[in-house]
């Protein structure tokens, strides 16, 4: 037994270069050192939970998660400090190096320090939460997840998408979702000679049965140009930010039954060529 503590002690002391106690009364301070740990890491779940429950009808969802952001580092940073603590290393003398250090590492993480910096604006200017639809540089999506570096978005063909705080701080930013509602622009257009103030009563009325569309803001038409097809005009209607794609797609195929019901034409591009004398043409071609 004997043999066998003094090659555990030598094999640990090869490994880590500090000297294990595998008495009896070292195991029971190892012991009570682990429970130490567990004791910490059940408490800080505690913690969470009970945030959890007190906010989960009193905040927003990106107020929830930044919370549980704060109280996970917190306990990381209370068991690695207990750690340290219990092996004899002196944290002052870490801190100390690491700011020698930091001044080094600090010019080859510029990058990084700007983005924790955006991330505190993108943070506290609360332009978007978790769960809202997004623009930024081209890219759409909905926000997963509001991190110091970075905001983590997801495509409607689910993309995992990372955007540097940094980027959405400089770039210009659309969100679709902070206002109830949204409008859906169909474009049209009719053919000249078209009564333009039937069309505009068949399409109000189309657009105010569509079970999508609410009632206020009220549908409107608004009529663009006289152009070489036709007459263009864009219908307007509005509805709630979670049935933009229902009414995009019910009010379209609502409008082109509607209209071919009524005998309205929709122009397409074509060109017409009139022959002033026939017969030279006909001897032309002959």
Request: aromatic residues 10%; positive net charge; charged residues 20%.
């Amino acid at each position: 037994m004997n043999t066998l503590t003094s090659s555990l002690e030598s094999f640990f002391l090869s490994v880590t270069g500090l000297k294990a106690d595998l008495s009896v009364a070292g195991l029971w301070k190892a012991a009570q050192f682990l429970i130490t740990l567990a004791v910490i890491y059940i408490f800080f779940k505690i913690i969470s939970i009970l945030v959890k429950r007190f906010l989960i009808n009193k905040s927003s969802l990106q107020t929830r998660h930044i919370v549980n952001k704060i109280i996970h580092y917190s306990a990381v940073t209370v068991i690695v400090v207990t750690i340290f603590n219990r092996l004899g290393i002196n944290i002052s003398a870490i801190l100390g190096a690491a700011g020698i250090a930091g001044i080094a590492i600090g010019f080859a993480a510029q990058t990084s320090v700007s983005n924790v910096i955006s991330g505190l604006f993108v943070i506290t200017e609360r332009a978007f939460k978790i769960g809202d639809i997004i623009e930024i540089e081209g890219t759409i999506g909905t926000v997963q997840a509001i991190n110091l570096l970075s905001v983590v978005l997801k495509t409607f063909d689910s993309q995992y998408v990372r955007v540097p705080n940094e980027t959405i701080i400089k770039a210009n930013l659309i969100n679709y979702s902070h206002f109830p509602f949204r409008r859906v622009k169909t474009e049209l257009s009719v053919s000249y000679g078209t009564d333009l103030r039937k069309v505009e009563k068949i399409l109000l009325d189309t657009a105010q049965k569509n079970q999508f569309c609410v009632a206020d803001p009220a549908p409107s038409i608004l009529w663009s140009a006289f152009a070489d097809s036709g007459i263009t005009f864009t219908l307007l209607t509005w509805t709630k930010i979670e049935d933009f794609g229902n009414l995009r797609n019910s009010i379209f195929i609502e409008v082109d039954e509607r209209l071919k019901k009524e005998g309205i034409e929709i122009p397409f591009p074509q060109t017409d060529i009139h022959i002033k004398d026939y017969s030279q043409f006909k001897e032309a071609i002959d």
